[in-house]
């Protein structure tokens, strides 16, 4: 691990070895020694593959096993089991939850499975299968860690017998279920974020927002699953994993959902993009690459998956307003239009989102795109969104880079007199800092060409 001025950094290859041994560890210890109480382990190891199986895709290609996750905590948690104590102790926790994780790994690399499987809505487009591998690879070594820390927290105290003892069998028996399991939340939160900062370009802080909104959602029902389980199983059993495992297959159902939803937008958006290029208003390819443009400087500045989900709308959507105009811009370059002319189209493009279903801030972030960052006192407008302040940037650099490889200039050349333009505009028409994150984005080669 390595900090630096992006943030904590732990590669991903790290996180995966560390996994990979402590696996190997639990595996030789049941080899050895074998598993205590096998149908119970067989049990909890047939619902984390069940999980791993009915898996689903979180915003920014974030992959979660909720009911898989659910079933390896709750065993990590596991006390008596219908009124009779157990004794699998935490290598075994490890080696059932990693072998159960492998399964449904295995299960969802067959390819009669594949060819039955459709693709999860909440996947982007550009998630080829090296993409889909290695988010699963880390899912898999973050459950495994996760779980074992769990298990290292609360199964050494059960198995000492402490907490059979009066008064500690009741209230403060719950009392460290719920500390363990708020831990191994945050454990899980942290690197969760560690690995998706790594994938992902963001910075640290950015990553972990998006965890810990994570956790308020599907997190909190895999960590209240997985104790409910663990506690109810000491009255009914094993039938606790399917009366309280249900509840959180309907939650993913809803998820999916929404990732439907989030999908059928995406695709509008897409298409009301290219309208202003198939009736010849903007070049081919100018709003995928402003808005590859505004993302990558979006990770510079520190936005979050949501986020720069949202700028990635307003920017393919930026020009919209160009359709309501009787005559084209000259080669659709609206930062060579005089400021008034840029907010009149801005606005133009506003009225025309806010009529399309898209999220309310997008028409917000596009319809104050053209307007200076510096009030008329020379202050900086505050109220300016960050978004509309990256969008501009993005659109003038790719507009102005157009117009400089049609004089003749290289690519590598236009892209430098286009961000010289800029600088000499930063603090008037355009963000002192976000020029700076495109000149430093184009410097580390994360500028999209």
Same mark, same amino acid.
């Given at each position: 691990?390595?900090?630096?001025?992006?943030?904590?950094?732990?590669?991903? %290859?790290?996180?995966?070895?560390?996994?990979?041994?402590?696996?190997?560890?639990?595996?030789?210890?049941?080899?050895? @020694?074998?598993?205590?109480?096998?149908?119970?382990?067989?049990?909890?190891?047939?619902?984390?593959?069940?999980?791993?199986?009915?898996?689903?895709?979180?915003?920014?290609?974030? /992959?979660?096993?909720?009911?898989?996750?659910?079933?390896?905590?709750?065993?990590?948690?596991?006390?008596?089991?219908?009124?009779?104590?157990?004794? @699998?102790?935490?290598?075994?926790?490890?080696?059932?939850?990693?072998?159960?994780?492998?399964?449904?790994?295995?299960?969802?690399?067959?390819?009669?499975?594949?060819? #039955?499987?459709?693709?999860?809505?909440?996947?982007?487009?550009?998630?080829?299968?090296?993409?889909?591998?290695?988010?699963?690879?880390?899912?898999?070594?973050?459950?495994?860690?996760?779980?074992?820390?769990?298990?290292?927290?609360?199964?050494?105290?059960?198995?000492?017998?402490?907490?059979?003892?009066?008064?500690?069998?009741?209230?403060?028996?719950?009392?460290?279920?719920?500390?363990?399991?708020?831990?191994?939340?945050?454990?899980?939160?942290?690197?969760?974020?560690?690995?998706?900062?790594? #994938?992902?370009?963001?910075?640290?802080?950015?990553?972990?927002?998006?965890?810990?909104?994570?956790?308020? *959602?599907?997190?909190?029902?895999?960590?209240?699953?997985?104790?409910?389980?663990?506690?109810?199983?000491?009255?009914?059993?094993?039938?606790?994993?399917?009366?309280?495992?249900?509840?959180?297959?309907?939650?993913?159902? %809803?998820?999916?959902?929404?990732?439907?939803?989030?999908?059928?937008?995406?695709?509008?958006?897409?298409?009301?993009?290219?309208?202003?290029?198939?009736?010849?208003?903007?070049?081919?390819? @100018?709003?995928?690459?402003?808005?590859?443009?505004?993302?990558?400087?979006?990770?510079?500045?520190?936005?979050?998956?949501?986020?720069?989900?949202?700028?990635?709308?307003?920017?393919?959507?930026?020009? &919209?307003?160009?359709?309501?105009?009787?005559?084209?811009?000259?080669?659709?370059?609206?930062?060579?239009?005089?400021?008034?002319?840029?907010?009149? &189209?801005?606005?133009? *493009?506003? /009225?025309?989102?806010? #009529?399309?279903?898209?999220?309310?801030?997008?028409?917000?972030?596009?319809?104050?795109?053209?307007?200076?960052?510096?009030?008329?006192?020379?202050?900086?407008?505050?109220?300016?969104?960050?978004?509309?302040?990256?969008?501009?940037?993005?659109?003038?650099?790719?507009?102005?880079?157009?117009?400089?490889?049609?004089?003749?200039? %290289?690519?590598?050349?236009?892209?430098?007199?286009?961000?010289?333009?800029?600088?000499?505009?930063?603090?008037?028409?355009?963000?002192?800092?976000?020029?700076?994150?495109?000149?430093?984005?184009?410097?580390?080669?994360?500028?999209?060409?």
């Amino acid at each position: 691990m390595r900090t630096g001025r992006r943030g904590l950094l732990l590669r991903p %290859s790290a996180v995966h070895a560390a996994a990979g041994l402590l696996l190997a560890a639990a595996l030789l210890h049941v080899a050895l @020694h074998g598993f205590a109480q096998p149908r119970v382990a067989l049990a909890f190891g047939a619902v984390v593959a069940v999980g791993e199986w009915a898996r689903i895709t979180l915003p920014g290609d974030r /992959e979660q096993a909720p009911l898989g996750s659910a079933a390896a905590l709750a065993y990590a948690l596991l006390g008596p089991l219908h009124s009779t104590p157990t004794g @699998h102790g935490t290598l075994q926790v490890v080696a059932v939850t990693g072998l159960g994780t492998l399964a449904g790994l295995l299960q969802l690399a067959l390819p009669a499975v594949r060819a #039955r499987r459709r693709p999860d809505p909440g996947r982007t487009g550009g998630s080829g299968p090296d993409t889909v591998h290695t988010v699963r690879a880390d899912t898999a070594a973050r459950r495994l860690l996760t779980t074992a820390f769990a298990a290292l927290l609360f199964q050494p105290v059960y198995g000492s017998g402490l907490l059979d003892r009066d008064p500690l069998s009741g209230p403060v028996y719950g009392a460290l279920l719920t500390a363990v399991a708020a831990l191994t939340a945050l454990c899980d939160t942290v690197l969760a974020a560690v690995l998706h900062r790594a #994938r992902a370009g963001l910075r640290f802080g950015a990553a972990l927002e998006d965890e810990l909104r994570s956790l308020l *959602g599907i997190g909190s029902a895999i960590v209240a699953t997985g104790m409910l389980v663990s506690l109810l199983a000491g009255e009914v059993g094993l039938w606790a994993l399917p009366l309280f495992c249900t509840p959180l297959l309907l939650a993913q159902a %809803s998820f999916r959902r929404a990732a439907e939803i989030r999908a059928t937008t995406g695709q509008t958006i897409e298409a009301l993009a290219r309208a202003t290029e198939t009736a010849g208003y903007t070049p081919p390819g @100018h709003a995928r690459r402003v808005a590859d443009t505004a993302c990558a400087l979006g990770r510079e500045l520190g936005l979050g998956t949501r986020d720069l989900a949202l700028l990635e709308y307003a920017a393919l959507m930026h020009d &919209i307003g160009q359709l309501s105009l009787v005559e084209p811009v000259p080669g659709g370059a609206t930062a060579l239009l005089p400021a008034a002319e840029q907010q009149r &189209i801005a606005r133009l *493009g506003s /009225e025309v989102i806010r #009529r399309t279903g898209v999220p309310r801030r997008v028409g917000e972030q596009v319809a104050r795109l053209a307007d200076p960052c510096r009030l008329p006192g020379g202050a900086a407008d505050r109220s300016l969104p960050l978004a509309a302040r990256i969008i501009r940037v993005a659109n003038a650099h790719d507009d102005l880079r157009t117009e400089a490889r049609a004089r003749g200039l %290289s690519e590598a050349t236009a892209g430098l007199a286009a961000l010289e333009r800029l600088r000499l505009e930063r603090g008037g028409a355009y963000d002192p800092a976000v020029v700076d994150a495109l000149a430093r984005a184009g410097a580390a080669g994360r500028e999209p060409a």
